[in-house]
């Protein structure tokens, strides 16, 4: 069955615009040569001040009938700032801490609205060169073209400043932004090269189709479950990446494969994935990864064991190494909006956590220090080793160590709680950070110490944070384990349990707080459980998980010193 072609209004620009006042009799848009002036006494040296200058006068622009020639130089004039803007935001919210301070949230939040303000500005510019807002003609094709790769270059910092800072972009930018590249694939421009005008250390041309690529890429990559150093990849990788997906504008009905993603113009606010073999009567735009997954998927396999890096090749010769873990999760992500279970259960309830693998430790420990925990274990390979190398992170007080916070419930999965925290005061969280979450929810036990780790974090407020928490294990105990390959240095670590009743499957983990060579598959370590020191040794399979704060690996078989199996046989007898 044929659908019906999609008619020329579903892509009217002009109903996506503001409606603009009259010119300004004075001010800075009231002539060329009031903009001018004004732009050459712009604070260059005081970067607050500036960007609040810029703001306002973007906020004007979008708010005033001005000429498609005056809007054009503002824009033009302006786009220096605005990139010295997105550079700055890229530099100070690289490694950021949440929750942001005051300061830093509400410079982030101004650049977020510099660049929210700009795109608007050039849709409003390419809505003023057509006519009508649906189509061109031939003498203002150019600069509308120029203007929408302006703005498709905005909406892909916008998108990915806000993934840095944990934050969602107005629901209204996505149907602009899916409205203005179907415009542009109709006016056949979508694949003519333009320079990149806003600066970013890629200076290199591209096209529509391609910026447009990147957006879609970051916007199905899950980055709200990255960390910021992850985000930074994937943003990388996705001008590489681009090149390999294609953008189709539908106007029949179209039969869906693997890795294609449907685009409601009007209503979808991301990609959606759809199920191989199913039939969209609507015209929309269709997103394919098809070909990308498989040639990453060719670069994870051909990778050697033990190795965690996969390099990929630029289109200018150069490589770009991309952590292996973070691949394969991005690619497994790629394929699960069919398959992903969102029932969520709301819920009330409080929660108690710590966090950090230094800080479980210390908890986990019976609040002893882990030089302390040394001294418990009768091993000397333990108890006479040199001052542990983890104790530089472990150096922080008692009151540290020991914090607890305090979360509230919003809603619980089949993997994890959704929480929301309101006293941040002395928190510093990271995605991917270790905590550990204390509860009465389980009936059959009185209290429960959880283990997970932070996946996502949404920053409402100062003051406010939504944290999401995959749950690891239950059972969780403090160790010690012997770094061979530093003199018998010792470092501290974590054994948690986990029993998983889909699966019916036992499996055990350990967290270190640095990555392990793939020469060290077998450690001497030593526990606290059962309310005494054990000693024996660990056999460990493939890195499951690795963040800042810690590496998560396999346990493959965990057995007992001789000593202690002797100890343990006769105890066992006596009982």
């Known amino acids: 069955m044929k659908g019906a072609r999609m008619s020329s209004t579903q892509y009217d620009i002009s109903a996506l615009v503001p409606t603009l006042s009259k010119p300004a009799t004075r001010g800075i848009l009231s002539s060329r040569s ?115 790769h302006a703005m498709m270059r905005s909406s ?3 998108i990915h400043k806000s993934s840095l800072l944990y934050q969602n972009v107005p629901a209204k930018f ?28 890629d200076s290199r041309e591209s096209t529509i189709h391609e910026a447009y690529c990147r957006i879609l890429l970051l916007t199905i990559s899950n980055l709200t479950s ?18 390999h997906t294609r953008v189709t504008l539908l106007s029949d009905t179209h039969q869906f494969e693997s890795g294609q993603f449907l685009i409601d113009v009007k209503q979808t606010t991301i990609p959606e994935l759809v199920e191989p073999g199913s039939n969209r009567p609507r015209v929309d735009l269709m997103f394919d990864v098809h070909t990308l997954k498989a040639e990453l998927q060719s670069k994870l396999d051909e990778r050697s064991e033990g190795d965690y890096e996969v390099t990929l090749k630029q289109t200018d010769g150069k490589s770009l190494i991309f952590d292996a873990l ?20 709301e819920g009330e309830h409080t929660f108690h956590f710590s966090m950090g693998l230094a800080g479980i430790h210390f908890q986990e420990a019976g609040n002893i220090s882990f030089g302390y925990f040394l001294e418990q274990v009768r091993d000397d390979q333990f108890s ?28 619980q999965s089949v993997g994890g709680y959704c929480l929301r925290l309101t006293e941040t005061d002395q928190l510093k969280l990271r995605i991917g950070e270790l905590i550990r979450l204390t509860t009465d929810l389980f009936e059959d036990r009185d ?117 202690d199996r002797m100890i343990d046989e006769a105890v066992r007898e006596l009982v």
């Open 326 to 345: 973070l691949l394969d999760n991005t690619l497994k992500f790629w394929d699960q909006s069919v398959n992903r279970n969102n029932d969520r259960v």
């Open 447 to 563: 209290q429960v110490h959880l283990i997970g780790t932070v996946r996502w974090l949404n920053a409402i407020s100062p003051s406010e944070l939504l944290i999401g928490v995959s749950i690891v294990g239950t059972d969780c105990r403090p160790a010690a384990i012997v770094d061979d390959l530093k003199d018998g240095t010792c470092s501290s670590a974590l054994i948690v349990n986990n029993f998983s009743t889909e699966m019916n499957d036992f499996c055990q983990y350990l967290f270190v707080q640095s990555y392990l060579p793939g020469s060290m598959t077998e450690l001497s370590v030593a526990w606290y459980d059962d309310r005494r020191y054990w000693t024996g040794m660990l056999e460990i399979g493939e890195l499951v998980q690795k963040s800042a704060s810690f590496c998560m690996y396999r346990v493959t078989n965990q057995y007992l010193s001789d000593e």
């Open 156 to 158: 892909l910092h916008l």
């Open 226 to 243: 990255a960390s910021q150093a992850s985000i930074e990849q994937i943003y990388r990788a996705s001008r590489l990446w681009a090149s």
């Open 174 to 201: 996505w149907r602009c932004l899916h409205t203005c590249y179907a415009f542009a694939e109709k006016q056949g421009l979508v694949n003519r090269t333009y320079r990149n005008i806003i600066a970013e250390p």
């Open 34 to 148: 009031s903009f001018d002036e004004w732009h050459r006494n712009l604070p260059l040296a005081n970067l607050s001040s500036l960007n609040d200058c810029i703001l306002e006068s973007l906020s004007e622009l979008n708010r005033t009938s001005v000429t498609s020639r005056l809007r054009s130089v503002v824009l033009e004039k302006l786009t220096e700032q605005v990139g010295s803007v997105i550079n700055n935001a890229r530099r100070q919210y690289r490694d950021a801490v949440f929750p942001l301070s005051d300061s830093q949230h509400t410079m982030g939040q101004l650049s977020l609205n510099i660049l929210t303000e700009f795109t608007m500005a050039h849709l409003i510019l390419i809505n003023q060169l057509s006519s009508n807002g649906t189509s061109l003609t031939l003498l203002n094709k150019r600069k509308a073209a120029q203007s929408i």
């Open 384 to 411: 006479k080793s040199r001052e542990p190398i983890s104790n530089q992170n472990l150096s922080v007080g008692k009151r540290r160590r020991s914090s607890l916070y305090r979360a509230e419930l919003v809603n």
